[in-house]
């Protein structure tokens, strides 16, 4: 009996180490934009204004920045 | 602009627009593509109106409307002020709710609270490293009072003729957005939409 629990036991923890390292190689990379949105305001007409976006990664993969173009 | 992100770090984006000589409201955006394939992509997008000296109804008066450290090599200014004087009848508080990260020195008000008829101080100082540069930045300043509110973005630049500068600020209604990084960027729009000579 105490054989089939150890057995068990090794079975389950076996298992656990399994999935953990399943995680860790599929790791996702997660892009957040806190504040996607900006308003300037009011600006003055025929002037250059310029905003900042803070961008992170969130994930658990390195994140690849491909492109940022006009919507 | 970092093209990778380690699990945890961050980068900024920077857009940069050229508002036309109008007072219309205007809304742009870009679309930020990266490898999260379960997000897909992310739209940043930003709206600002044109304010013309001649705009009656804003209760604020800018003065001057953009901070100019003038042409490269010519004798080194590393501070400059607008003027907000308060044209309501309310208090207001001002606060500055964005400029450029690591940019800048020191951009701070005088008064964060303004009564009516008086004026505070929009104060910007260049960083050392900053004043030998050719750079079009800006500051956004926010006044609310009881009723009032009101948000109004400062441009500050250096080493930007005034040639180019007057060129720019001719009425053509063309508009231009890009979104550049520190060492490239990707320019964003460029639309006309109105006729000339309308």
């Not at chain 2, 800048?104 to 008829?117: A, H, M, Q």
Request: proline share 4%; hydrophobic share 35%.
């Amino acid at each position: 009996m105490k054989r089939l629990i150890l057995f068990c036991g090794v079975l389950v923890l076996l298992t656990l180490g399994l999935v953990f390292v399943y995680q860790a190689q599929a790791g996702e990379p997660k892009v957040l934009i806190p504040e996607p949105r900006w308003d300037f305001g009011l600006i003055p007409g025929g002037s250059v204004v310029s905003h900042y976006y803070l961008i992170k990664n969130m994930g658990t993969d390195v994140l690849k920045i491909e492109s940022v173009r006009p919507g | 602009m970092k093209k990778e992100l380690a699990v945890g770090d961050s980068t900024w984006i920077e857009l940069i627009y050229t508002m036309g000589k109008h007072s219309r409201e205007t809304h742009k955006s870009a679309r930020v593509t990266t490898n999260d394939t379960l997000t897909g992509f992310i739209n940043i997008s930003f709206q600002g109106k044109g304010w013309l000296d001649s705009d009656s109804g804003v209760m604020l008066n800018v003065n001057p409307q953009t901070l100019d450290f003038g042409p490269l090599g010519e004798k080194r200014r590393t501070k400059l002020e607008a003027k907000i004087k308060n044209l309501s009848e309310e208090k207001m508080q001002l606060s500055i709710v964005d400029y450029p990260p690591e940019f800048f020195k020191e951009v701070k008000l005088s008064r964060d609270e303004l009564k009516p008829g008086k004026t505070a101080k929009l104060k910007v100082r260049l960083e050392r490293e900053t004043e030998d540069q050719r750079f079009q930045k800006s500051v956004t300043v926010e006044a609310k009072g009881d009723t009032l509110n009101y948000r109004f973005t400062v441009p500050v630049q250096k080493g930007i003729e005034s040639k180019v500068a007057a060129k720019k600020t001719v009425p053509t209604d063309k508009k231009e957005a890009e979104v550049k990084s520190d060492q490239k960027k990707a320019e964003a729009e460029s639309d006309k939409k109105e006729a000339e000579g309308k």
